[in-house]
């Protein structure tokens, strides 16, 4: 099954399905002499052979393993990669390839953005949140003053992802991906989100109905950064969430809780204040609560451990804020996402109901 998604500096496709890390020569858009891999430990233990094993015997592979983790964004890793993909003789005309999830994706297309002024490469994804990080083309490491401060726009030449890599996925893992999932379905598609409401425990989903979902997460992104590729418009409402998502993820030092997990707080969050934005709407907060529930993310016990006067510094550095206010992705209704400017003073009032309200 492929998916096309164009943008003004490139068209690619996304490929996805069932043992697709087998294949992987035979989905690129041309060819090539030389290819290196950039995985993490966790995954070159998994399915790096596999990537390897599926490359003919013309084409020189060369493979490099940073430790698995976000602490891998990092200057020094990006250097290692550079240093190494030098070594291995890596040429302009060549391929990198990230296997991985978005910490993989975003090192090593970041390389491949800046390798001899930009190499081409793909997405391998292997996890959940990678449906949403793996296309785009944002691609970024962390400097120790903030996340993605360092970064370019470069799309790939493909993504090629394998959904039985996802067998292996660990729970965390799952939620903190699937809550982009939902965020996905909650701006634009009100029967993927009744699909999301229905389904039953993470680890009970059939590779069908999980393939199913990433594709139309996919659909929605693609979309939404075809339109607006630079992030000066509607890309804004992918940020669904992440207000509060990275505000707390910050706080946690990047380590107590995964990205979406995060989110999905912020999400909870954005539900609420809309509920109180738009009274006449029907907006499915109780439904999402539900969902958060059954499916065991941290809610409360999460907004009990940090001080909201430190959250609502992090708040304040926000990409999207203009001037002295704060602006937050919030929903009119499923599917109608819309920005709304918040004073400091009446978002800290929010944020305390709010956690009274989920305590
Ligand atoms: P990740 O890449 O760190 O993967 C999570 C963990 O799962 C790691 O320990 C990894 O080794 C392991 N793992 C990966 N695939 C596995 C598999 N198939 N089986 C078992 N274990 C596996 O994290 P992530 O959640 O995929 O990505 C988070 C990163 O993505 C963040 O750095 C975030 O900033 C970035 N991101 C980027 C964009 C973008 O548009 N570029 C969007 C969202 C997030
Ligand atoms: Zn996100």
Known sequence: EQLPVQTNTGNYNVYIGKGLRHQVETYLP??????????????????????????????KVS??????????KQMD???ECHTY????????????????????????????????RGVDYIQVPTT???????????????????????????????????????????GTEWRSGMAEVIKHALIADEEMLEQCFDLPSFDAISNETIADLLKKGIHIKASIVQEDEKEKGV???????????????????????????????????ALFLSAKQFPEANLPNEAFRKWLEKHNYPLSSKLEEYNLDAL???IKKDKK???????????????????????????????????????
Request: hydrophobic share 40%.
């Open 30 to 59: 041309k060819q090539y002499n030389q290819v290196f891999i950039i995985t993490d430990s966790h995954i070159a233990n998994m399915y790096l052979n596999d990537v390897v094993d599926s490359f003919s015997s013309e084409v």
């Open 63 to 72: 493979t490099y393993t940073v430790p698995a983790g976000e602490n891998s």
């Open 77 to 79: 890793w990006f250097h």
């Open 85 to 116: 993909a030098i070594e291995s003789g890596l040429e302009r005309s060549d391929l990198i390839v990230a296997l991985g999830g978005g910490v993989v994706g975003d090192l090593a297309g970041f390389v491949a953005a800046t390798y001899m």
């Open 128 to 170: 959940i949140l990678a449906h949403d990080s793996s296309v785009g083309g944002k691609v970024a490491i962390n400097h120790p003053q903030g996340k993605n401060m360092i970064g370019s726009f470069h799309q790939p030449q493909a993504v090629i992802y394998d959904t039985e890599t996802l067998d292996t996925l660990p």
């Open 235 to 269: 890309r804004r409402y992918l940020n669904l969430g992440h207000t509060l998502g990275h505000a707390i993820e910050a706080e946690s030092g990047y380590s107590s809780i995964t990205h979406g997990e995060a989110v999905a707080i912020g999400i909870d969050f």
């Open 312 to 314: 609502m510094e992090k």
């Open 321 to 359: 804020n203009n001037h002295q206010q704060i602006r937050i992705v919030l929903l009119s209704s499923i599917g109608e996402p819309t920005l709304v400017p918040y004073s400091e003073q009446s978002l800290m009032a929010e944020l305390i109901e709010f956690r009274n309200e989920v305590r």
